[in-house]
């Protein structure tokens, strides 16, 4: 295992966190289990900065530390007048432009990757509203909204806040394309494990994507303040063989 993906096991480990689920856990820190290829980049990118984080906190602490300790009063009485030093100049400027590279260059690639696909299996365009979502398949004229169970009506095993009565079904493996929008007040369509937030904005038509790896039923909710009922628009999404979702289509439509 890479270091840099060590120190994310090594604090998930000391806190007790379970982060291998697709919902959201108590105490839980770090990320939920990565669903997609961009989430899996964005979780390479966060330990990347986080071992950077990590080596240049201790270095300047224990800089400090030395500089605190080698010219206190005590051993430095007389105290040096000089103001410059060029080789530590260029140290000093080199070092942050090569941190800043190792940073940028895997930012940009995962920026460019995550932004847009050419080619999708399957388009859904997602309109917000207040408060819920709705849903088109273009492809198959399917259209439905999607909105949050109440708790009355909630049935064992289903989710508080996070389950709704038409959840989103799609293929497993197949790379979906989302067109966001808007009818009233500016939305953001989120789901952490597969790693994308795109704000829904009236009078534009934003475009994400992402591409499923495993079966299961992944959440997420409206990431914006779009208003009094904000944290009750939750997003289900259940990714299913194709035979399923073939099924559920016909049903569908019929």
């Known amino acids: 295992m890479a270091f840099s993906r060590f120190i994310p096991f090594l604090f998930i480990a000391l806190w007790g966190s379970n982060a291998g689920a697709a919902t959201p856990k108590p105490w839980e820190i770090g990320f939920q289990s990565a669903a997609t290829p961009t989430m899996e980049g964005l979780t390479e990118m966060h330990n990347l900065l986080l071992v950077i984080i990590f080596v240049v906190g201790i270095f300047v602490a224990l800089l400090l530390f030395y500089t605190l300790w080698r010219f206190s009063e005590k051993r430095n009485p007389i105290p040096s007048k000089v103001s410059h030093n060029t080789f530590i100049e260029i140290i000093w400027t080199l070092v942050p432009v090569l941190v800043l590279v190792v940073i940028g260059v895997p930012s940009l690639k995962l920026l460019f990757f995550s932004d847009k696909i050419e ?46 009565d038409n959840p989103v079904m799609v293929p497993v493996g197949k790379a979906v394309r989302l067109l966001l929008a808007s009818d009233n007040v500016i939305h953001s369509f989120a789901v952490p ?29 409206c990431s914006e303040l779009c208003g009094t009922k904000h944290g ?6 259940k990714v299913v063989s194709q035979e399923q979702f073939d099924d559920w289509v016909k049903n569908h439509k019929s």
């Not at 299996?121 to 709705?134: A, E, N």
């Not at 009750?232 to 999404?237: H, L, N, R, S, Y």
């Open 119 to 164: 080619n999708a299996d399957l388009t859904i365009k997602v309109t917000g509203r207040q408060w819920y979502w709705t849903y088109e398949f273009p492809d198959y004229k399917i259209e439905f909204d999607s909105r949050m169970i109440l708790d009355a009506d909630l049935k064992p095993g289903q989710l508080r806040l996070l389950d709704v």
């Open 232 to 237: 009750f628009m939750p997003i289900a999404v």
């Open 193 to 221: 494990s597969f790693g994308i937030k795109k704000d829904a904005v009236p009078g534009r038509l934003n475009e994400t994507w992402f591409k499923v790896n495993k079966e299961g039923t992944y959440y997420g909710q």
